[in-house]
């Protein structure tokens, strides 16, 4: 009659430890990758208030100039604002004036 030994009992409880943690990780691969979706903005990128009217601000444009490196340029009320974006932080590189007071 077959008769399991000592070292055969351990390596088939080793095989099915193996599968079931491997089982455990693909399972929490699979949820973490199922409940979070890529979020891409609509451009202009308009902030809703609370009250859901518009919002004051809006992303009008957007240059990417490297992976780290970005220019942006964005609204606020009346006043447009051109920012760089780098790894270390934002810079206001300046404030644009609208064209219909520059013609004044």
Do not use: Y
């Amino acid at each position: 009659m077959w008769a399991l030994r000592r070292n055969d009992v351990d390596w088939i409880r080793d095989i099915f430890a193996f599968i079931f943690v491997f089982g455990l990780l693909l399972g929490l691969v699979w949820l973490s990758r199922s409940k979070t979706t890529p979020v891409r903005a609509k451009w202009p990128f308009k902030i809703k208030s609370k009250e859901g009217v518009q919002g004051r601000l809006a992303l009008v444009d957007r240059l990417v100039l490297t992976p780290a490196n970005s220019l942006h340029l964005v609204r606020a009320d009346t006043r447009t604002f051109l920012l760089a974006v780098h790894s270390a932080g934002v810079v206001v590189v300046s404030e644009l004036t609208p064209p219909e007071e520059c013609a004044k």
